[in-house]
């Protein structure tokens, strides 16, 4: 296994490539993803969110029970998102934009785009 | 009923549902709960089968798909409780699923779960959808293969052994916030079709969620019941039962029984206990007590019907 010296020093070089990036890009200290909805305890996380036109939202599940993504206007419907799946749409136009859970309809929430 | 049949009064009826164990028993007799003996129910079987020929079972909340620890084995359970009906001495004329066929609405899960009712004994099978068979985008893997009795509309009605069976639909149409929704639509076809038939007629109403509010801010309930209750309370005899909440609830309100069956998947938290209405995980050997079914028999009169709930251990 000679290869296998020199596979685990690239390997080395390569985490230590990935910290440096991390540590040198500023973003990183800010929130993961502002674009970003989790769904946890049977709610949107933050349940009103405001971006830019253009921008695309997720919806990542952190529940053991799958919930949904519906417009009220039927601008856009997941389908179900089990645990830890996720759903995305972009958002091209300002406007205010509500949303619900269609297997939870108590769940509410709000994407405002500027 | 004559004179002399001893009355119960409300608080009795309640008291009866109490129970909320294995063999849970009672008979509805004219609008008036009458307590059964549980041991005759639970031990002697013989016993059980002389309260009538089951008309119907009810299963419930299937939900083919699941996968995660409340029981990594659905189809497991599922297979369980239709092991139990099969062995039943006399078999049901028909059987109901209160909906949640599916976890996902997924064609896969829709054709497993179709697989496995097939080999009830008793072919005749009705289903009204749960909110977890309408999630895919266009709501149609359900009406796909269940669509028929309703002309895909999720609401239709059938007579059997003199009882009226009316299938509700009440997991479309939700309003943003709010519970389930019969809608005008399929209210005015109830209307139409309960028109002129006798108040004489035992109607059996079952749809996914609960038809009264149980307990709102997880939506256990619909909307627009009470206009459902308006047209059923001139009947005599009116059993209305639902899925949705994995555990038993009942309640009576004048001759209107309700009543939610088990799950065979898996249990969910009593109302308000936790963060909301997901899976509920308890320890091996308890989850076969949680899970089950309802038998409904007519006992003696076709007005009086016997549910009977029975968990899968």
């Not at chain 2, 309260?51 to 620890?69: A, M």
């Not at chain 2, 035992?202 to 909307?223: D, R, S």
Request: net charge neutral.
């Amino acid at each position: 296994m000679t290869m296998g010296p020199s596979r685990t020093f690239l390997a080395v070089v390569a985490v230590a490539a990935l910290w440096l990036v991390a540590a040198s890009n500023p973003s990183s200290a800010a929130p993961p993803d502002s674009t970003q909805i989790a769904i946890k305890d049977f709610m949107f996380t933050p349940n009103s969110l405001t971006v830019k036109a253009g921008s695309t939202v997720t919806w990542v599940n952190r529940d053991d029970e799958p919930h949904s993504v519906v417009s009220d206007t039927g601008l856009f419907r997941s389908g179900a998102v089990d645990t830890n799946e996720t759903f995305s749409f972009k958002f091209d136009k300002p406007g205010t934009y509500h949303f619900t859970c269609a297997i939870h309809p108590r769940m509410v929430g709000t994407i405002i785009v500027q | 009923m004559s004179d002399k049949t001893p009355r119960y009064s409300r608080r009795d009826a309640l008291k009866c549902m109490a129970y909320g164990g294995a063999g849970t028993l009672f008979i509805l007799a004219g609008g008036v709960f009458a307590p059964v003996d549980l041991a005759m129910a639970a031990e002697d079987k013989p016993g059980a089968a002389r309260l009538g020929r089951p008309l119907f079972v009810q299963i419930s909340d299937t939900h083919i798909g699941f996968n995660k620890d409340a029981n990594p084995d659905v189809n497991g359970t599922l297979t369980q409780t239709i092991d139990l009906v099969n062995e039943m001495a006399e078999q049901p004329a028909l059987i109901i699923h209160t909906g949640d066929i599916t976890h996902l609405s997924k064609p896969a899960e829709f054709d497993l779960a179709q697989q496995m009712l097939s080999r009830l004994r008793t072919t005749e099978l009705h289903t009204v959808p749960g909110e977890h068979d309408t999630t895919d985008p266009t709501v149609t893997a359900y009406f796909n293969r269940f669509g028929k009795a309703s002309g895909n509309k999720g609401y239709y009605s059938f007579d059997h052994a003199g009882v009226h069976f009316v299938a509700l639909i009440n997991v479309l149409q939700f309003k943003p916030g709010g519970l389930g929704t019969l809608g005008a639509e399929q209210l005015a076809w109830l209307a139409a079709d309960l028109k002129g038939r006798s108040a004489s007629t035992p109607i059996v109403v079952f749809a996914h969620m609960p038809l009264w509010t149980i307990y709102e801010p997880w939506g256990w309930g619909t909307g627009d019941a009470d206009q459902l209750m308006h047209q059923l309370r001139r009947f005599g005899s009116v059993t209305v039962l639902n899925g949705h909440i994995h555990q038993i609830v009942q309640k009576v309100e004048g001759n209107i029984t309700f009543h939610t069956a088990r799950s065979t998947a898996y249990p969910q938290p009593a109302a308000g206990e936790g963060a909301g209405p997901g899976p509920l995980k308890v320890p091996g050997d308890q989850l076969p007590k949680m899970l089950g079914i309802t038998s409904v028999s007519v006992v003696k009169h076709p007005r009086s019907l016997a549910l009977n709930d029975t968990t899968i251990a």
